[in-house]
């Protein structure tokens, strides 16, 4: 049913063009980029994914994937977004945005593949920080390939089966966000309702609850 409402198709991979405000993050990808690097002068007392969201310890169960979240489905992080300023100003004029965080792959990281389940979200990456050898640092969706470049958008729908490699000795770091797939009316409702639910669902307030004890960590780490 969605495809159906769905104002950007029902593609794999999306382009700058469906989601105008790409542009103007890319305008800006090296701001956000020295927020980034300021962010991981403390990568190692980052939350791994995991550590925030139980529900993904099956693809990332180690070490190896760290996150530095702003806000997502209602909850907003404000010590982090207070140290990225910048960054929080442009996410502000993201339409329908409903999780923002940097997503960092350390070296040797890989994301098995698996699917996201509601299909009224889109997943968008800013390439921020990739390794020089970018063709060994890539994702597949569905029965497609492509890589990181940075400083440029790369627009998928994840409820298509995903996989990732960095099979490089870099980190690779990305804006990661998830918004609200644009749909037409009434199904444009539906989907208010189902994002809102999913705020108030068990698996984002024992995120919540994780990432509260994480921030009094590390505001005592960083004193």
């Known amino acids: 049913m969605v495809p159906a409402y769905s104002k950007v198709g029902d593609s794999v991979f999306f382009t700058n063009e469906q989601f105008p405000f790409s542009y103007e993050l890319e305008a800006n990808w090296k701001v956000i980029r020295e927020e980034l690097d300021q962010v991981m002068l403390n990568v190692d007392d980052l939350p791994n994914f995991h550590d925030i969201s139980p529900r993904q310890v099956r693809i990332a169960g180690d070490n190896l994937w760290k996150t530095y979240f702003f806000w ?3 909850f907003k992080s404000k010590a982090n977004c207070d140290r990225c300023p910048e960054t929080v100003k442009l ?5 329908g945005l409903k ?4 997503s960092i792959l350390a070296p040797g990281k890989h994301i098995p593949e698996h699917r996201g389940k509601h299909k009224g979200l889109i997943r968008y990456h800013l ?4 390794p020089e050898k970018k063709e060994a640092c890539r994702i597949r969706v ?6 990181w470049e940075e400083g ?3 627009i998928f729908d994840d409820t298509f089966y995903h996989e990732v490699w960095n099979d490089t000795d870099e980190y690779r770091a990305v ?5 609200a797939r644009p749909l037409r009316f009434p199904l444009s409702l539906v989907n208010g309702l189902v994002n809102f639910m999913i705020g ?3 698996i984002v307030q024992v995120a919540r609850r994780n990432h509260a004890t994480w921030e009094k960590h590390f505001e005592d780490i960083l004193k």
């Open 142 to 147: 569905a029965d497609q390939f492509a890589h």
């Open 91 to 95: 996410l502000k004029k993201v339409p």
């Open 200 to 202: 108030v669902s068990p």
């Open 127 to 130: 390439g921020l920080k990739v």
């Open 152 to 154: 440029k958008s790369l």
């Open 99 to 102: 999780v923002a965080f940097f």
């Open 175 to 179: 804006l990661f966000l998830d918004i």
């Open 72 to 74: 997502a489905f209602g």
